[in-house]
């Protein structure tokens, strides 16, 4: 069974950072690409940023760019999200998906994303 799995939220103080990684079971990573969504209360799910499993391609919402990196380990198993100089802002349930394909869309599409994990918390105290 194909499926993806966040870990590394936490709690945080404002300016601060977490490295969020998002772990593949049951198939690697290559040949797909992995994105990162939010979900904060009151608000609608937001596009983090997106990265192809060669690690070549990244996108990112206009929120994060600057702050967020995304990268691939060379097992081709894990993405990593490290976020940095974290706002309040930023708190949200942070989810990966993966969906098989080469390009990583700035669109942040989730309609386009196959398989969900669960989500990692992620609060940042001001």
């Known amino acids: 069974q194909l499926q993806v799995a966040e870990s590394g939220g936490g709690l945080v103080q404002s300016g601060g950072s977490l490295r969020l990684s998002c772990a593949a079971s049951?198939?690697?990573?290559?040949?797909?690409?992995i994105g990162w969504f939010r979900h904060a209360p009151g608000k609608e799910r937001e596009g983090v940023g997106c990265i192809d499993s060669s690690g070549g391609w990244t996108n990112y919402g206009d929120s994060v760019k600057g702050r967020f990196t995304a990268s691939i380990d060379n097992t081709k198993t894990t993405v990593h999200l490290q976020m940095n100089g974290l706002k309040p802002e930023d708190t949200a349930v942070y989810v990966c998906?993966?969906?098989?394909?080469?390009?990583?869309?700035?669109?942040?599409?989730?309609?386009?994303?196959?398989?969900w994990g669960r989500g990692t918390r992620v609060t940042v105290s001001s």
């Open positions: 049951g198939f690697t990573l290559d040949y797909y690409v």
């Open positions: 998906a993966a969906y098989p394909g080469y390009y990583c869309s700035p669109y942040l599409d989730p309609s386009e994303y196959k398989y």
